[in-house]
């Protein structure tokens, strides 16, 4: 099979978060981040929506796999060098913001915190394999969320500026692709990963939610600035959730539903980011929830450094599209990636409800460039499967490669199509645990690692089937799928 040529200099790689492959979470002077204290288990976030949840850390009452990980603190260098050894072009990774504040708050960085980055961006590089960092993905600082309530506060604007300027000032001369927060939108869904913010504290109020996003737009243009003036050269991305959305049906009705969802969904955050101002539909997006623009806390100044400082380029998640469907009520369902919706019957569902539609990712790239004319990166796409180690540990995972092959052919019609792709990196390149159920049963990697939900296990990593097909595709720059 062949496609589309791609780039001579695309960014193959593969995509993780610290959160959620690092462990030590207490280890060299890190202090506690939101995940540590979620539950493991598909129970996690009905847990955090409980009215009474205190964000407290109960080791007696919950297994917390975050804790582990795949405990790729101490076994960098091995993954390293099975990237390197498929080929990866880039690696993207998050730095643990608690890891360097432990507290969030702190006046002075925590050095053992950043020594460990320097040994993980410096083993990359001997590799030839470019670091594609994010700077806050889903892993707040616990303290923040417990003394200032999370992103609500416009106090973490200036704690956040903190965190980049230290990032930044110290790998900017290694690392040059930046993103400022992982999938920002997706607090529309499940403001606990990326916000802080929970029942408890705030998250049925949709006011809190907006003034959340202002001030994280706020702290992206810093973050931008900050850059710039280090190194004009550096790439400095936003990075959004997408789901394509459908109307269900030729209804207007449907279709202007599907619109507007778009408008909320999939464009609000980017929109703000990219154009560097408020889309001209705020005021009605606002006054769904019944709030008006004057009811968050923003300032001319702050309007003015958004403008100034938008994104460099876009990168996005790509699990799934979804259906918009408000005049019938009889539809089955289904869910995934915390979020349901009504099924499309034109695709299958992955094992935990996720709709595969490779030809989403091929609107959602003309969507996306269309509208902003900027260059795109694909920086998470897989499949969540069951995967099972055989007698000879090897996993035959012949469905993720059909998925990630009709996904990538995907990309390929997309840049025959005129749309500016710089790369492609599929989540969990190796194990990790899911951020959504906490678990290490739901598996995307190319590489299996021996540790169960429990967190027990040998942490033995093996190669899959997909491990051998995706040193091969990127050997051929995309043209061998086969």
Same mark, same amino acid.
Not at 431 to 454: H, W
């Given at each position: 099979?062949?496609?589309?040529?791609?780039?001579?200099?695309?960014?193959?790689?593969?995509?993780?978060?610290?959160?959620?492959?690092?462990?030590?979470?207490?280890?060299?002077?890190?202090?506690?981040?939101?995940?540590?204290?979620?539950?493991?288990?598909?129970?996690?976030?009905?847990?955090?929506?409980?009215?009474?949840?205190?964000?407290?850390?109960?080791? +007696?009452?919950?297994?917390?796999?975050?804790?582990?990980?795949?405990?790729?603190?101490?076994?960098?260098?091995?993954?390293?060098?099975?990237?390197?050894?498929?080929?990866?072009?880039?690696? =993207?990774?998050?730095?643990?913001?608690?890891?360097?504040?432990?507290?969030?708050?702190?006046?002075?960085?925590?050095?053992? &915190?950043?020594?460990?980055?320097?040994?993980?961006?410096?083993?990359?590089?001997?590799?030839?394999?470019?670091?594609?960092?994010?700077?806050?993905?889903?892993?707040?600082?616990?303290?923040?969320?417990?003394?200032?309530? &999370?992103?609500?506060?416009?106090? /973490?604007? +200036?704690?956040?500026?903190?965190?980049?300027?230290?990032? /930044?000032?110290?790998?900017?001369?290694?690392?040059?692709?930046?993103?400022?927060?992982?999938?920002?939108?997706?607090?529309?869904?499940?403001?606990?990963?990326?916000? &802080?913010?929970?029942?408890?504290?705030?998250?049925?109020?949709?006011?809190?939610?907006?003034?959340?996003?202002?001030?994280?737009?706020?702290?992206?243009?810093?973050?931008?600035?900050?850059?710039?003036?280090?190194?004009?050269?550096?790439?400095?991305?936003?990075?959004?959730?997408?789901?394509?959305?459908?109307?269900?049906?030729?209804?207007?009705?449907?279709?202007?539903?599907?619109?507007?969802?778009?408008?909320?969904?999939?464009?609000?955050?980017?929109?703000?980011?990219? =154009?560097?101002?408020?889309?001209?539909?705020?005021?009605?997006?606002?006054?769904?929830?019944?709030?008006?623009?004057?009811?968050?806390?923003?300032?001319?100044?702050?309007?003015?450094?958004?403008?100034?400082?938008?994104?460099?380029?876009?990168?996005?998640?790509?699990?799934?599209?979804?259906?918009?469907?408000?005049?019938?009520?009889?539809?089955?369902?289904?869910?995934?990636?915390?979020?349901?919706?009504?099924?499309?019957?034109?695709?299958?569902?992955?094992?935990?409800?996720?709709?595969?539609?490779?030809?989403?990712?091929?609107?959602?790239?003309?969507?996306?460039?269309?509208?902003?004319?900027?260059?795109?990166?694909?920086?998470?796409?897989?499949?969540?499967?069951?995967?099972?180690?055989?007698?000879?540990?090897?996993?035959?995972?012949?469905?993720?490669?059909?998925?990630?092959?009709?996904?990538?052919?995907?990309?390929?019609?997309?840049?025959?199509?005129?749309?500016?792709?710089?790369?492609?990196?599929?989540?969990?390149?190796?194990?990790?645990?899911?951020?959504?159920?906490?678990?290490?049963?739901?598996?995307?990697?190319?590489?299996?690692?021996?540790?169960?939900?429990?967190?027990?296990?040998?942490?033995?990593?093996?190669?899959?089937?997909?491990?051998?097909?995706?040193?091969?595709?990127?050997?051929?720059?995309?043209?061998?799928?086969?």
């Amino acid at each position: 099979m062949t496609v589309q040529q791609f780039p001579k200099d695309f960014l193959w790689g593969g995509a993780t978060a610290a959160n959620q492959l690092e462990g030590a979470y207490q280890e060299d002077g890190k202090g506690l981040s939101l995940p540590d204290i979620l539950p493991g288990g598909k129970e996690r976030m009905t847990v955090v929506n409980q009215p009474d949840f205190d964000f407290s850390l109960n080791e +007696d009452k919950y297994f917390y796999p975050n804790h582990i990980g795949i405990d790729h603190y101490h076994h960098f260098k091995e993954d390293i060098a099975l990237f390197a050894e498929m080929g990866f072009k880039c690696y =993207r990774f998050s730095i643990a913001w608690s890891r360097i504040f432990p507290n969030g708050d702190d006046q002075e960085p925590n050095e053992a &915190g950043l020594k460990f980055y320097d040994d993980l961006i410096a083993e990359c590089l001997k590799y030839n394999i470019e670091p594609v960092i994010t700077i806050s993905h889903y892993e707040l600082p616990l303290n923040l969320v417990k003394k200032y309530g &999370g992103w609500k506060n416009k106090q /973490l604007i +200036d704690f956040y500026e903190q965190f980049a300027r230290t990032v /930044l000032t110290r790998y900017h001369d290694q690392v040059k692709y930046w993103m400022t927060f992982n999938e920002i939108n997706s607090a529309a869904h499940f403001p606990i990963m990326s916000q &802080g913010l929970a029942v408890s504290n705030g998250a049925t109020d949709k006011k809190n939610i907006f003034q959340a996003w202002h001030n994280q737009f706020v702290a992206s243009a810093k973050a931008v600035k900050i850059g710039h003036e280090l190194d004009a050269n550096l790439q400095i991305g936003c990075m959004i959730l997408y789901a394509t959305t459908y109307s269900y049906d030729a209804n207007p009705v449907n279709q202007t539903a599907a619109m507007k969802s778009n408008q909320e969904n999939n464009f609000f955050c980017a929109d703000v980011q990219v =154009r560097g101002h408020y889309p001209a539909y705020t005021a009605s997006l606002l006054a769904k929830y019944n709030l008006q623009p004057q009811d968050i806390d923003y300032t001319d100044a702050e309007l003015d450094l958004i403008a100034q400082y938008p994104v460099d380029y876009i990168g996005f998640s790509y699990y799934m599209s979804a259906v918009e469907e408000v005049t019938q009520a009889n539809h089955e369902s289904v869910k995934g990636n915390l979020m349901g919706g009504v099924r499309n019957p034109f695709l299958k569902t992955s094992d935990w409800g996720w709709q595969i539609d490779p030809a989403g990712l091929r609107i959602a790239l003309n969507q996306l460039y269309d509208r902003y004319q900027k260059p795109l990166f694909i920086v998470e796409n897989g499949l969540g499967a069951k995967d099972q180690l055989d007698e000879n540990n090897y996993v035959a995972d012949d469905y993720r490669i059909d998925y990630l092959r009709q996904h990538i052919q995907a990309i390929g019609e997309a840049l025959d199509d005129g749309v500016d792709v710089m790369g492609y990196t599929p989540w969990g390149c190796i194990d990790l645990v899911s951020a959504s159920t906490g678990e290490m049963s739901k598996r995307y990697g190319f590489i299996y690692v021996d540790v169960d939900d429990a967190g027990h296990g040998t942490f033995n990593r093996y190669k899959k089937k997909s491990f051998a097909w995706y040193q091969q595709v990127i050997a051929s720059n995309g043209a061998n799928l086969d």
